[in-house]
């Protein structure tokens, strides 16, 4: 009996180990049929209890090629039966995929953000109207909430309006405008009231808390 015995140091590797070793055993055991009838006869049924297993899938659209490719892959590319999918190639799977181009960007003021930048150059490709007015003040409004959560002393509108005109390199131009941006207590009242809702519901539950204990009877 203790020759029988199989530890995972003496396995062979799992190739997936999302499928577990009795899949692979399943899929070695296809390989030494000669017939190859009887072998897709098999494969079949290694490809229904691999769906079994990944029940969650079923409604994608790709889920039977992904599971024929998982087969051969576990396989290690040596099965040889009628696949209704095309079959994938070792070179396919070793191939080193490209690098991802990551966005460098390094803006002057960070606490903007580069979302407030695409907002600039979006604004300025726009025709003059009502409408890229109300754009405009919108991201001055909120370039100075940023600010503002950056700095917690107030700022002058003419900050934030030189700001924008170096953004915009020179083509949003507010600082001879009448306009006004909103005020920091209104900017940052929405925040005030979120923390005052949560400390004072913390409160409450603090107080039923102590309403409901138990009182101790001597």
């Known amino acids: 009996m203790l020759n029988l015995l199989e530890y995972n140091t003496e396995r062979p590797k799992l190739i997936i180990p999302e499928y577990g070793r009795h899949i692979q055993k399943m899929v070695q055991y296809a390989i030494t049929f000669e017939d190859r009838e009887e072998r897709n006869k098999i494969v079949k049924s290694i490809i229904a209890v691999m769906g079994n297993l990944n029940p969650h899938l079923r409604d994608v659209p790709d889920f039977q090629p992904m599971l024929w490719d998982q087969l051969f892959i576990i396989s290690d590319f040596k099965l040889d039966v009628d696949s209704p999918f095309p079959i994938p190639k070792r070179e396919m799977l070793e191939e080193r995929p490209e690098p991802l181009k990551y966005p460098q960007n390094f803006p002057k003021y960070r606490f903007y953000g580069n979302n407030i930048k695409r907002m600039i150059d979006v604004a300025v490709g726009w025709e003059e109207s009502e409408k890229k007015d109300a754009l405009i003040l919108t991201i001055a409004n909120h370039m100075k909430k940023s600010f503002l959560s950056w700095n917690k002393d107030s700022v ?58 138990p009182r101790k009877r001597y």
């Open 156 to 213: 002058e509108d003419d900050v934030i309006f030189k700001h924008l005109l170096e953004l915009s390199n020179g083509k949003i131009n507010l600082l001879e405008s009448d306009e006004d941006l909103s005020n920091a207590t209104d900017l940052l009242k929405t925040k005030k009231k979120f923390t005052n809702a949560s400390s004072t519901g913390k409160k409450n539950y603090k107080s039923n808390s102590n309403n409901n204990r």
